[in-house]
């Protein structure tokens, strides 16, 4: 059973840094999740695709957080970081984890949600004025 567990997250003021990380168990074989991503959902809002990385190392973004989210894998660790700068009141939201299942197919970063199928449980993410 894969399972995704999120931390890094907290309450800080604007312009402000967090990094959340996604560590990820469970994958029976060394090929590990094809991509993750980063997805957000803020109280009476649609969720969102925030960034996605694939195993080959291409990113994606979605356009709000574009030059300051930071998307990075570290293979060794099965862990995902978001680097978070320059946050904003509109970042706020809980931030979810989400990885494909193992393959050895190629596939490319994606922020849409159908894409994944493992999530993690969610960790808030507080940006105040």
């Known amino acids: 059973q894969v399972q995704l567990v999120e931390s890094g997250g907290g309450s800080v003021q604007s312009g402000g840094t967090l990094r959340l990380s996604c560590a990820a168990s469970?994958?029976?074989?060394?090929?590990?999740?094809?991509?993750t991503g980063w997805f957000r959902q803020a109280p009476g809002k649609e969720h969102e695709g925030v960034a996605s990385?694939?195993?080959?190392?291409?990113?994606t973004y979605t356009e709000s957080v574009k030059g300051r989210f930071t998307i990075s894998r570290d293979s060794a660790k099965n862990t995902v970081y978001l680097q978070m700068n320059m946050l904003k009141p509109e970042d706020t939201a809980m931030y979810f984890c989400?990885?494909?299942?193992?393959?050895?197919?190629?596939?490319?970063?994606?922020?849409?949600?159908?894409?994944?199928?493992?999530w993690g449980q969610g960790t808030q993410v507080t940006v105040s004025s």
């Open positions: 990385i694939a195993r080959s190392g291409q990113t």
């Open positions: 469970g994958y029976t074989d060394s090929t590990y999740s094809p991509r």
């Open positions: 989400a990885a494909s299942r193992s393959s050895y197919r190629y596939h490319a970063p994606s922020l849409v949600r159908g894409a994944y199928d493992y």
